[in-house]
C-alpha cells in the first residue's frame, strides 16, 4: 500500500526567504508524484508533477521537486517565497497503474512580512 | 469548461438526517474521487469511480456513506444518517486518467456542518 509523509505540518517562514517542505513516500511499484496547493477556502490545484524523465521539475511560479527514488523523496523548494505563497501544500503519489491518488496530510506554510 | 461543480457550497443539518452531496465533473474526464478533508485527519480518499465504477472504496468510513456515478457527468455521495463526527469538508475531483495527464481537477468543495 501507498502512503506520504510530509514531517512538517507548519513551516513559518520571512518574505524572500529560501524553503523546502519536505515530502516522502512508501509504495512498492513505480510511482507518479505531484504537489498541490490549497488556498483558503478553496479546493486544491496542481502546483507541480513528476511522471518521467527529468528527476527535477519545476512550476511557473518559482517553485521546483526533486524526485529522489533511493530516498524515496519528492521535496518541495523555493529559492524566494512571496507573501501570496502562503497556503496549505499537499504532497501526492499514484501507482503508475492504478488511478488512486493518496495525499499526504500536508504543510501549512506561511510566509511572514 | 466550468471545472468541477459542487452542491451545495454549505450543508448544515441535523444529527440523524440524511445529506446528499453532489458533482458534476468535467466533460469527457473518464475518473472522479471523493475526498473528505478535516483538521485531524487531512485530507482522505473516500471512493473513486472509473468509467462509472466504483473501483476502489476502501475508503468509506461505514456503511452509512454511499456513493454513486449513474452516468458520466453526475455522482452523489449519501451520508444515512448523519453524525457530528461527519462534519468535514468534501471534496469532488475529476481527471482523465490515462497517459501524461494525470492532473486532479478539484471542486470547491461542500461544508458539511453536523449538529
Known amino acids: 500500500a501507498q502512503s506520504v509523509t510530509q514531517l512538517d505540518s507548519q513551516v513559518p517562514v520571512f518574505e524572500e526567504a529560501p524553503v523546502e517542505l519536505r515530502c516522502n513516500y512508501s509504495s512498492s511499484v513505480s510511482v507518479y508524484l505531484f504537489w498541490y496547493v490549497q488556498y483558503p477556502n478553496q479546493g486544491l490545484q496542481l502546483l507541480l508533477k513528476y511522471l518521467s524523465g527529468s528527476t527535477l521539475v519545476e512550476s511557473i511560479n518559482g517553485f521546483e521537486a526533486e524526485f529522489n527514488k533511493s530516498q524515496t523523496s519528492f521535496h518541495l523548494r523555493k529559492p524566494s517565497v512571496h507573501i501570496s505563497d502562503t497556503a496549505e501544500y499537499f504532497c501526492?503519489?499514484?501507482?503508475?497503474?492504478?488511478?488512486?491518488?493518496?495525499f499526504g496530510p500536508g504543510t501549512s506554510l506561511s510566509v511572514i512580512p | 469548461d466550468a471545472g468541477v461543480i459542487q452542491s451545495p457550497r454549505h450543508e448544515v443539518t441535523e444529527m440523524g438526517q440524511e445529506v446528499t452531496l453532489r458533482c458534476k465533473p468535467i466533460s469527457g474526464h473518464n475518473s472522479l474521487f471523493w475526498y473528505r478533508q478535516t483538521m485531524m485527519r487531512g485530507l482522505e480518499l473516500l471512493i473513486y469511480?472509473?468509467?462509472?465504477?466504483?473501483i476502489d472504496d476502501s475508503g468509506m468510513p461505514e456503511d452509512r456513506f454511499s456513493a454513486k456515478m449513474p452516468n458520466a457527468s453526475f455522482s452523489t455521495l449519501k451520508i444515512q444518517p448523519s453524525e457530528p463526527r461527519d462534519s468535514a469538508v468534501y471534496f469532488c475531483?475529476?481527471?482523465w486518467g490515462q497517459g501524461g495527464n494525470e492532473k486532479l481537477f478539484f471542486g470547491s468543495g461542500t461544508q458539511l456542518s453536523v449538529l
Open positions: 469511480f472509473n468509467n462509472n465504477v466504483p
Open positions: 501526492a503519489v499514484r501507482e503508475t497503474s492504478y488511478d488512486k491518488v493518496i
Open positions: 475531483a475529476s481527471s
